[in-house]
């Protein structure tokens, strides 16, 4: 069984599924976070064919195909998972295409985000799916300190902590509704029993003093 956790950040995704895996791939922009992960999964005895992460983008507009993820271990994925990594997308359509791409036929394609809500500086200007054109800084960045796991990565030192300041300024998108979510994931060709749930009780993000309260869904959908 083999995962795709894209946007890895430190790996919170991996952990709580990699048990169940054969192989893990994390793919993330940041550096920092890809050491960090990568540190974890060998303190865990976990060999590279195992579990292992690369810097690199998947949903570059301008690069259709990376060299660098053609080889077979980068295609035919079961489940292809990003965790808290969807709302600092440019291009969530794109996204959903290139991760659906990745998928073998059947495979499925979850993602863990936000409902709408107001925007991180403190005013709405949210539309659509919830999403704003305002603070778009290309690319993705992400991690911010997403309750628990913020926690369980609180050692993984300076780098992965300065990663985490800057991807609050890399907020593109305010959230997302069941419609919204199902659209992308029907015109991205996962849209096979679709699923949406709202999580639990939601999570606490950002910095102490601007601590924020986000309410999280999952959705799945299968690939056609």
Not at 101 to 115: A, I, M, Q, T, Y
Not at 139 to 154: P, R, T, V
């Amino acid at each position: 069984f083999k995962l795709l956790d894209y946007a890895c950040g430190t790996g919170t995704i991996t952990k709580a599924l990699s048990e169940h895996c054969t192989r893990v791939i994390g793919i993330d922009v940041s550096q920092g976070m890809v050491g960090a992960y990568n540190t974890t999964a060998s303190n865990q005895g976990l060999s590279e064919d195992e579990v292992h992460a690369y810097v690199g983008d998947l949903i570059d507009p301008k690069v259709e195909k990376p060299e660098q993820f053609q080889g077979e271990e980068f295609w035919e994925f079961d489940l292809a998972v990003v965790g808290l990594g969807f709302h600092h997308f440019e291009d969530v359509g794109l996204a959903a295409r290139r991760l659906g791409e990745r998928l073998k036929r059947g495979g499925v394609l979850v993602v863990l985000d936000f409902l709408p809500h107001g925007d991180v500086h403190g005013h709405d200007h949210s539309h659509g799916g919830g999403h704003s054109h305002g603070h778009g800084h290309g690319g993705h960045g992400h991690g911010h300190g997403h309750g628990e796991a913020a926690k369980e990565d609180a050692g993984k030192g300076k780098e992965a902590e300065k990663e985490e300041t800057k991807v609050t300024e890399t907020v593109v998108h305010m959230g997302f509704s069941k419609e919204a979510v199902q659209k992308l994931f029907e015109q991205a060709g996962v849209g096979l029993e679709f699923g949406y749930k709202v999580l639990g009780k939601g999570v606490v993000i950002g910095p102490e003093e601007k601590r924020m309260k986000r309410e999280v869904f999952i959705a799945r959908g299968v690939k056609a």
